[in-house]
């Protein structure tokens, strides 16, 4: 029985032991992960910049903040603009593959001109992130879609609205406030 016993006990050990490596490899892909994760945009709730998405718009928006959306709509401005911003997350590859220059934005107005043969695609400079913004015809009117990408971490400002230039014109002035309360530097 003695033998026995022990045989358990260095199976204990054993077992104490490759657990304790397991959970320090788990603690460090952990910390790794944190630390990558805590890079990103500047804030990670959107709530406080309701105010301010609505004031770099101009008078007559209304808006609904919540921590990953801001929802903004003007009904008496041209075009009755109904706005979103989001916060989430775009971890496929796409941010790297555009700083390397593997995904070209001519590559990316194909693929769009490929579902809407209105669609344009331009280049953002929103250092240090990527992004882009997409400019399309909708049977009501248009759309504008800005796409920034930092650390995984996915920032999209979307706009539809009646008639034609009021979507770009949104996305342009909610860019500049986007750089400086989400992106960072």
């Known amino acids: 029985m003695n033998g026995a016993r022990r045989f358990a006990t260095r199976s204990f050990a054993a ?15 952990l910390l790794t992960t944190a630390g990558a994760s805590a890079k990103g945009f500047a804030i990670d709730d959107l709530t406080p910049i309701g105010d301010a998405a609505a004031a770099a718009l101009g008078p007559g928006y209304i808006f609904r903040a919540e ?5 903004l709509y003007c009904p008496e401005c041209t075009g009755a ?13 796409t941010e790297e593959r555009v700083r390397s220059g593997a995904t070209t934005m001519a590559h990316m107005e194909r693929l769009c001109r490929a579902k809407n043969d209105g669609c344009r695609i ?20 248009e759309g504008s879609t800005a796409v920034i990408i930092r650390d995984g971490q996915l920032l999209t400002l979307r706009v539809i609205a009646g008639g034609t230039g009021t979507a770009t014109e949104v ?15």
């Not at 490759?18 to 603690?27: F, Q, T």
């Not at 921590?67 to 929802?71: D, E, F, G, I, L």
């Not at 400079?125 to 009501?140: E, K, L």
């Open 122 to 141: 331009t280049a953002l400079d929103v250092a240090p992130a990527v992004g882009w913004v997409s400019h399309y015809p909708r049977p009501s009117g």
């Open 81 to 93: 603009p109904m706005v979103d911003i989001l916060l989430g997350t775009q971890t496929d590859g």
């Open 15 to 29: 077992r104490v032991t490759g657990l304790a490596w397991r959970s320090a490899i788990l603690l460090v892909a």
């Open 171 to 185: 996305i342009e002035r909610l860019l500049p406030l986007a750089q400086e309360k989400v992106i960072g530097r």
């Open 67 to 71: 921590p990953r959306r801001v929802s």
